[in-house]
């Protein structure tokens, strides 16, 4: 459950970023992006598989990883560029908590989005636990 909300805050803090700072068009490109990864990640889990064992797997994972988060760090004076850009335009007024729950639709939002992903959680979990106790050779 923490890498869970970790990964999720992560995720949020990112679009909130892009969300802020970019066109909806760049916020487009990294959803597609994301897409792209997890068509990606489960053919070099099946690759890995094929070569070698599941070890070597997470390690080409870990490795595009660390690739990706070295590409970060070397764009982080690009960030700040836009940072400057962003301060001589328009600012708009941050909202709370309670005013973003008095817009209509918000609060069925909320809960469809926790629904959808209570019910995601639950079928990933019940699927792997099925597996395991009622089919042979399955780890």
Known sequence: MPYGLGAESIDAALNYYVASNYSPRVMNFLHCF????????????????LKANWHTGYLWTAILQGFILFVCIISLPLWKVNEKANVDSET???VGIMSSLKVPGVI??????????????TYF???SSYFAGTKRNIN
């Open 34 to 49: 994301y897409g792209v990864g997890a068509i990606i990640s489960p053919n070099i889990m099946a690759f890995a598989l």
């Open 92 to 94: 708009s007024e941050s």
């Open 125 to 127: 979990l019940w699927t």
């Open 108 to 121: 069925f939002t909320l809960f469809t989005f926790f629904s959808y992903y209570a019910g995601e959680a």
